[in-house]
């Protein structure tokens, strides 16, 4: 029989879920309203990963830094928080002073470096989204942390619970702790650190390089984890003979043609999917254009819909926008956006622009509702600039910079 540590209340869970969403649906703006279909590809090929994300070197020292907190004493979750936030702002301390003997641009994607004076004069001054708020997603994804609960709660229990039990609190190293005998004694080890150990006192530099043990531990999480080692990014990860050095998305196409049939496909849909949302933003553009500066300034953009739509039409035809919807059927419980995909790739294929025009600003105050719809009030952006159209990369900027870190880190030592 199983058995769990805390059973969580609905609420914890509820509240729990839409941070993870939260930081799943942190993307650029999105008018047409679909990013359930374009989270779906995303999670699918990049499990864990996030628009938030910056570096590797999190993945590593998060667990830890965890484990650390977890040997305090404390009388409430609050000063649980408090504490992993003391701890944040140290490590971003010690992230920005380990930088100093590198290149200047290694600076970036350090959490909290460009406040971290006022930060460590007052807690308060420390980044909104701080790093545990960022990176837990992956944290639980690659099974560097073993419960998808409150991690200042948890923490909390298990801290009363060895201050209860003295004679059960866990050895000096957490690596040896990990059977499921030391569940409900607390001595279950929750935060996987690999065996790694790190000063966090707010002084001594840890660099944001990773070394090759902290490369080799997240690619074994990621590549052992039960939400991960089945996706494109593990496979990625096994392969380094796959061409990962390509930072257009639709240009990858050309270089992954040795992937294995299943990862070629979700790719492929996925690809198919970006330039259909693509061709949707220039006729969203069209239609703002006309509306906010008058017809003939959008026929240029009327243009570019119809000879993206005469380039691409073999591979954005009604039947292929209808494969993608099929795949992604499960994952997409979203009615809605599913409707106005399949809706829009007919009036598209039939040159229905009329039709396609009423569904695009029928889709738009259906997402971002009546008041906020750029369309529906059109007179309050007259003179404002659209945003250019874009396709979807699903996290692929990211990813592609997420591995780099990763081979690089395995390189150290050759």
């Not at 969580?8 to 839409?18: G, P």
């Not at 990962?244 to 790719?267: A, C, F, M, Q």
């Not at 738009?364 to 250019?388: D, F, I, M, P, Q």
């Amino acid at each position: 029989m199983q058995l769990g540590y805390i059973n969580f209340s609905q609420e914890e869970k509820n509240n729990l879920y839409k941070v993870i969403q939260s930081i799943r649906d942190h993307h650029a703006i999105d008018e047409l309203g679909i990013g359930r279909i374009r989270d779906a590809f995303s999670n699918k090929m990049f499990p864990g990963m996030s628009t938030l994300h910056n570096r590797a070197k999190y993945f590593a020292v998060l667990p830890y830094l965890y484990y650390h907190a977890e040997k305090g004493r404390y009388n409430s979750v609050r000063e649980v928080r408090q504490r992993v936030l003391d701890l944040e702002i140290k490590l971003t301390r010690q992230l920005v002073e380990g930088c100093k003997s590198l290149d200047p641009r290694e600076n970036y994607g350090i959490t909290g470096s460009k406040m971290i004076e006022q930060a460590e004069r007052n807690s308060s001054k420390y980044v909104k989204y701080d790093p545990s708020y960022i990176y837990w997603g992956g944290l639980v994804t690659y099974e560097l942390v073993k419960t998808d609960g409150n991690v200042y709660q948890l923490i909390y229990e298990r801290s009363r619970k060895a201050q209860d039990h003295p004679e059960k609190l866990r050895k000096s190293k957490p690596e040896e702790h990990d059977g499921d005998s030391d569940d409900l004694s607390g001595r279950l080890q929750l935060f996987d650190t690999g065996g790694l150990s790190y000063t966090i006192d707010g002084k001594t530099p840890i660099s944001i390089k990773l070394t090759k043990a902290e490369a080799e531990f997240i690619q074994r999480r990621i590549t052992e984890s039960e939400g991960s080692k089945d996706s494109l990014l593990s496979y990625l990860l096994t392969h380094p003979d796959i061409p990962t050095d390509v930072k257009d998305y639709l240009d990858l196409g050309s270089v992954w043609n040795e992937l294995p049939e299943s990862h070629r496909l979700t790719y492929l849909l996925s690809a198919r999917f970006s330039k259909f949302i693509y061709m949707l933003r220039i006729f969203y553009n069209y239609i703002y254009i006309k509306k906010t500066v008058g017809e003939e300034k959008s026929e240029e953009m009327l243009q570019s819909y119809l000879d993206y739509y005469e380039e691409n039409k073999h591979e954005l035809s009604k039947d292929k926008l209808y494969e993608v919807l099929a795949y992604v059927n499960e994952e997409v419980t979203d009615i809605p956006v599913k409707t106005f995909v399949a809706k829009t790739a007919e009036y598209v294929e039939n040159v229905m622009l009329d039709k396609l025009e009423e569904c695009i600003i029928s889709r738009e105050k259906e997402t971002k509702g009546t008041s906020r719809a750029k369309l529906t009030n059109w007179k309050k952006y007259v003179g404002a600039k659209h945003v250019e159209a874009f396709g979807l990369d699903y996290r692929w900027g990211l990813v592609y910079s997420m591995i780099k870190e990763i081979k690089e880190g395995l390189d150290n030592g050759k």
